[in-house]
């Protein structure tokens, strides 16, 4: 089993990264938490596929089970799935000595955690993330929310978990799109922190391969985002850099209405634009954006922007939080592994756009 203990201002919680670990749920659970009730949150598929699984391991240790499942997809993090979430714990009578575990994807985590922060001033939080993306990424880190009808994770807050529990062997029963949407996130760690990382999914013949590895492939990306929240817990600096492609790609994804493309393919295009513009500016090494498309074409997954109003993008990227006057943060990488972060000015973003989109 791989361990990492991350290190948080409201004390550290431990990620568990192992095959079959779902299996072993309630004994892990037990481990850490001496109550005795404890609200399940996932969503209709995942329940299909591990909730008897979840639920029958907990109850053989004695737990008293209760379990919440919303809708699949963004939808479900909402205020009005929220206010279901609440309901239910209400009438289990969860109160702050109990547990609430979220069973799910990103969706789940997100909005489960923000649940979970704001339920009686804050329930103790497990997660148990399913989707890869989840795994490498949305599990970690505390950052919890909902979306409003006007965008994205516009409500939430940093609420660290108890624990993560990690089973790599839930990835079999994802399908490809969010598998490949996963590795968007992966191929993002090896480009701004591990070259080594980055050559190595460059190499592997296919997704057996990769899967084969996935443990110690989900261990590095937890290793690194766990090093980068533990320097900047509240997102104020290094944490940033964990936006690469980010920026772009959060603004075609609100676009497309988030129907179009997925947050891994939209990322996957950010990443490719703004190495590219890194290049034209020169403080990313020429060739640089040709690898991360190639990488990308190993992945199925988009590098070329779609066609868009560029005017309606840079207006979504202004709204965003990274915009100091006339200038925005990027987060750019200088070659492969080395990533930082650039003002650049919007007119620049505009031509880069423009001269770039299908
Ligand atoms: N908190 C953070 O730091 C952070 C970081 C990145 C992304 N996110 C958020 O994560 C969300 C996206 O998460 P996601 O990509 O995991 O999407 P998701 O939670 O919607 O899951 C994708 C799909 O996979 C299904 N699924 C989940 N696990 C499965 C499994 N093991 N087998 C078969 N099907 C399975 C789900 O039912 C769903 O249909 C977005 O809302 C995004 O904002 C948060």
New binding site residues.
Partial sequence: MYSIEVKGSSGSYPIYIKDGLLGEIGSEVKKIYKGRKIAIVT?S??NK??GKKVLSSLKAEGFETFKIVVK???ES?SFGTLLGVYDKLLDFKINRGDIIIAL???????MTGFAAATFLRGIPLIQIP??L??QV??SV?G???VDLPRG??LVGSFYNPRAVFIDPL??R???DK?FN??MG?VIKYGAIKDRELFYKLMNYENKEAVLKDIDKIIYTCCSIKAGIVERDERDTGERMLLNFGHTIGHAIEQFFNFKEY???EAVAMGMHAITKLGEEIGVTKIGTANIIKDILIKYNLPWNLPEIKTKAIIETISHDKKNIGDSMKFILIESIGNSFIEKIKSAKIEDYLQRNHK
């Avoid at 799910?104 to 997100?110: A, E, F, I, N, R």
């Fill in positions: 969503d598929n995942v596929f591990y699949v997809g963004e993090k799910g994807g990103g969706v789940v985590g997100d399913t989707t993306l989840s990424d949305s880190g950052k919890v929310a994205k994770n839930l990835l029963t994802l399908n969010y949407d996963g996130e997925s947050h891994g």
